[in-house]
């Protein structure tokens, strides 16, 4: 990201790659691909976008709801050139990066959040170190946490140092040792190459957990010669001495930036797979003196504290209150021409591990427009071959209307995604000249200072906070904004990234319709087998002898298309197939779930005929419990009763002459309306409350309003006796969801 193709890092990775890298038209990463079998290039930009988008889709899938917000992590060491490239990338998607988060403080952040017991903020602030090593880079960091504050001290890091280089280190034991043994060159062959890889990584892995020795077997590796060798732990350490012995440098340097004695620190949190090797993690201990901890999840850290800083930066979500202050990895300093004589002021404004954000005010004095150049100032700590960060023209710059020079104030700002700018400038007018010249710009800087801007929020930039001095009431002045033209290492610019936000647009959408069309296919090849598979078991009854080898053949003659000339065809031809299939295949799937069905729901029908058939006699008898039921009513209820007795009859008779292959006489949906007609006629008759009988009762304050009545309870005892029906009777029941809280 954000780097030339002939970037020596570029070139070096170049030569790892199962893909070719190409020079861009602007001297940018390309990657050569088969898209639509054809070969395209895309930028580095475009293939991280492609990324997100999957990101995008899965988090979306996941959450059911459109996703816009995201932050996104990048390695400290991460230059401006780097992170613009990444936030390009976010672009293209079209997902708002809320904050390109460094990773050791998305840890930090993931840390801190959950711990309840960090010290109050008047007690000493506790210190934690992280340790991450991941598949490409080591990193670590300090932080001084407080219960509601977590502040970067400093971070340092091998930018070179990861799993990936142990697995190098077995990849290349195990080459010669083929060449020797088998005669054959791995690195002659790129598939088998990767296949190595991965298989040294599986070995890596046990031998983490097992010292003894561990084979390496893999099956027809090349030319169908199968290959197999074996490593132990300790020779695996051997092996890898020179990278364990990387470890400390980056923990020496961290120390000594912070100036940081190991007993300071608290903890030593790891994270990231290599962090898993033995030897790593002994040698991290054996560094601060003590054990390491493992309360973070290893792969997941970083991702969770993102996660975390994109709920606390959106409205959506309520997060306690936890400010996160994070530090310049790289210290970066203005260069310009003074005026009068011909000579360069530079001037570091941000040293190493400054807070961030940050934005700070410069005063020049300058009679016309000028030039300032950012730069990091110590290039041997940047892996990054370029120093310069940017050159920035303040415009419009002129003397005042005494010839003097003007005062131009200029904000300069590392931003919440620790990318450096030049946000704004503007000339005060008219100013009393206070000083003579070419001020001394060094000592208005610190006097300008201003504090972090500690909710990360960039919509101040613009305006709003003026400095302090501009409001002094002695002269009054003007502030008159002035426009910047900045000339950034590695920009993509507008026009570039708007034809890549139209092609990621158009590749989404193909994407799509390819989806579409292989969910259609997918549906007839599904239709197929699962259909099949019935046709000789559960639904073999249900279609007759002729039929059943009509449909067979076409199922097997599908199978044979979808194979052959049906293998690539636009989505309707497909589900055109699907139609024609279930033209055949629906009756008999109905002709089966009716036969399913049907015997349930007429026992149901019966039971509830048989209820209502009881009252029915029990009010003939003059049963207590239906006396109060009107003798018409209860009228209705028989003739219901019996005509729907009669129907079931002549229901089950019909079918009864009906074989399983033959359509059904009666359906379910039939015999579900009837059971629906009787119960709308007899139910609410037959559950006619009794009229109250004003019955003498002891006074009982407490119950006066209530209804209760001791009646009541037999009413009670009655509905528990009745049939449940479809939930009916225990509405409750269907307002319960049970949640799965995770
Ligand atoms: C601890 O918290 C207080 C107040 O919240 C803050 O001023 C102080 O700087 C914090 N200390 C650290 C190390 O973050
Ligand atoms: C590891 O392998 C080396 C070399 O093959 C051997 O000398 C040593 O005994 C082995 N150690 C273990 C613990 O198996
Ligand atoms: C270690 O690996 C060896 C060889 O694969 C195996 O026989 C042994 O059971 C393993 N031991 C443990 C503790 O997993
Ligand atoms: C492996 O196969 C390739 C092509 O089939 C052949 O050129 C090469 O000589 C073979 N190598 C060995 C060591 O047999
Ligand atoms: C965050 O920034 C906004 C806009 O600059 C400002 O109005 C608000 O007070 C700030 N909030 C905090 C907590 O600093």
Same mark, same amino acid.
Not at 48 to 75: H, Q
Not at 265 to 289: L, N
Not at 407 to 434: D, L, Q, W, Y
Not at 525 to 543: A, I, M, N, Q
């Given at each position: ?35 639509? #079998? ?84 008047? &007690? ?89 020795? +561990? ?10 010669? #199968? ?161 310069? +960060? ?58 300008? #200072? ?82 099949? #598979? ?44 699907? &139609? ?7 009756? +008999? ?154």
């Amino acid at each position: 990201h954000g780097r030339a193709f002939n970037d020596p890092f570029v070139q070096k990775e170049k030569e790892k790659l199962s893909y070719d890298l190409v020079p861009m038209k602007n001297g940018g990463v390309g990657v050569k691909v088969m898209y639509m #079998d054809e070969e395209h290039i895309f930028s580095v930009e475009q293939i991280s976008a492609m990324l997100l988008t999957k990101l995008k889709e899965t988090a979306e899938s996941n959450l059911k709801k459109p996703v816009t917000d995201c932050v996104i992590s990048v390695p400290s060491f991460f230059t401006d050139a780097e992170r613009r490239s990444l936030l390009d990338a976010a672009q293209i998607v079209g997902l708002n990066c809320l904050r390109l988060m460094n990773d050791m403080t998305a840890v930090a952040l993931n840390y801190g959040i959950y711990k309840q017991d960090l010290p109050a903020p008047e &007690e000493k602030p506790r210190i934690v170190v992280f340790v991450d090593m991941g598949h490409s880079a080591f990193q670590v960091s300090a932080c001084a946490f407080n219960k509601s504050k977590l502040k970067v001290l400093g971070t340092a890091f091998d930018p070179f140092l990861g799993g990936r280089n142990f697995d190098g280190k077995l990849v290349d034991y195990f080459c010669a040792e083929i060449k020797s043994k088998y005669k054959l060159d791995p690195k002659a062959k790129v598939r088998a190459l990767l296949r190595l890889y991965q298989e040294c990584e599986k070995l890596k892995k046990l031998m983490s957990s097992n010292s003894t020795d +561990i084979p390496l077997n893999i099956e027809c590796f090349m030319n169908d010669t #199968d290959v197999s060798g074996k490593m132990n732990r300790s020779q695996f350490e051997e092996l890898c001495a020179d990278l364990l012995q990387r470890i400390e440098m980056p923990l020496l340097s961290l120390m000594e930036q912070t100036q940081l004695k190991v007993e300071d620190v608290t903890a030593v949190e790891i994270v990231g797979g290599a962090t898993r090797i033995p030897a790593v993690k002994e040698r991290i201990a054996k560094f601060f003196g003590k054990d390491v901890s493992t309360t973070l999840n290893a792969d997941e850290a970083i991702a969770r504290g993102c996660a975390l800083q994109c709920a606390i930066l959106s409205p959506a979500f309520k997060v306690r209150e936890f400010s996160v202050t994070d530090a310049t990895p790289f210290p970066i300093s203005l260069l310009w021409n003074t005026e009068a004589e011909d000579t360069e002021g530079v001037h570091e404004v941000f040293s190493r591990n400054h807070a961030a954000p940050f934005s700070k005010v410069l005063t020049f004095y300058r009679k016309g427009p000028f030039e300032l150049e950012a730069f990091y100032s110590d290039p041997n700590g940047v892996p990054y071959p370029e120093s310069k +960060i940017g050159r920035y023209i303040i415009q419009n710059v002129a003397a005042q209307k005494d010839g003097e020079k003007s005062k131009v104030k200029v904000k300069v700002r590392v931003n919440t995604h620790g990318i450096f700018s030049v946000s704004t400038a503007s000339m005060v007018e008219p100013v009393k000249s206070e000083e003579s010249e070419d001020v001394n710009v060094e000592t208005e800087v610190e006097s300008q #200072d201003q504090r972090p801007i500690e909710n990360s929020s960039d919509t101040n930039e613009k305006k709003g906070d003026q400095p302090p001095e501009a409001k002094k009431p002695k002269i009054k002045v003007k502030n008159v904004d002035l426009p910047i033209e900045a000339n950034l290492v590695w920009e993509l610019g507008k026009e570039l990234l708007n034809m890549y936000i139209e092609t990621e647009g158009k590749m989404i959408m193909q994407d799509k319709l390819e989806k579409e069309r292989n969910d259609a296919k997918n549906a007839v090849e599904e239709y197929v087998y699962e259909f099949r #598979d019935k046709l000789s078991g559960p639904y073999e009854k249900f279609v007759c002898e002729k039929d059943l080898q009509g449909f067979s053949a076409l199922l097997t003659e599908t199978e044979g298309w979808l194979y052959e000339e049906g293998e690539d065809e636009a989505k309707q031809v497909y589900v055109d197939k699907l &139609e024609d299939l279930k033209k055949l295949g629906t009756p +008999i799937e109905t002709r089966y779930q009716e036969a399913e069905e049907r015997p349930k729901l007429l026992e149901e029908l019966g039971h509830r005929l048989q209820y209502y058939a009881t009252i029915a006699g029990e009010f003939r008898n003059k049963d207590e419990k239906y006396i109060h039921i009107d003798e018409m009513e209860m009228m209705k209820v028989e003739k219901c009763v019996s005509e729907v007795v009669e129907w079931m009859n002549n229901a089950v008779s019909a079918q009864a002459k009906k074989s399983l292959d033959q359509d059904p006489a009666v359906h379910s949906s039939e015999i579900k309306a009837k059971l629906q007609e009787l119960n709308n006629v007899c139910e609410p008759v037959v559950t006619q409350p009794k009229p109250k009988v004003d019955s003498p009762k002891e006074e009982n304050p407490l119950n006066e309003r209530s209804d209760f009545k001791p009646e009541d309870m037999g009413e009670d005892e009655k509905n528990s006796e009745m049939p449940q029906q479809n939930g009916e009777c225990h509405p409750s029941d269907q307002n319960t969801i049970s949640m799965d809280l995770d």
